[in-house]
């Protein structure tokens, strides 16, 4: 089993910048890749960003060019630099992870960003 806990989340002002930590924990070998989901209100989960083992990393559309994901493997974390936030991006961010053997997913409990305009 991996663990995912996610922390940093708050409130902060539209245009202002944000980080959300995850640490994992467990059977970390199984880890393979690394991300981010949110899910706003009223609003199916949609995917942010991911950091595979090897350091690739993807973006949604929706964020491309002003958030960054990054991974200390050694430290078991990923991490979500959230730049020129706008009210659309408040919602639940969720830690993910793609492992290598059953159960194959993990996710953290979420934590609440909220910005505000």
């Known amino acids: 089993q991996v663990q995912l806990v996610e922390s940093g989340g708050g409130l902060v002002q539209a245009g202002g910048s944000h980080r959300l930590s995850c640490v994992a924990s467990?059977?970390?070998?199984?880890?393979?890749?690394m991300g981010w989901y949110r899910q706003a209100p009223g609003k199916q989960r949609e995917f942010v960003a991911l950091c595979t083992s090897s350091g690739m990393t993807n973006y949604a559309d929706s964020v491309q060019g002003r958030f960054t994901i990054s991974r200390d493997i050694a430290k078991n974390t990923v991490s979500l630099q959230m730049n020129s936030l706008k009210p659309e991006d408040t919602a639940n961010y969720y830690c993910?992870?793609?492992?290598?053997?059953?159960?194959?997913?993990?996710w953290g409990q979420g934590t609440q960003v909220t910005v505000s305009s």
């Open positions: 467990g059977n970390i070998a199984d880890i393979n890749v």
């Open positions: 993910h992870a793609l492992l290598r053997r059953t159960p194959f997913v993990s």
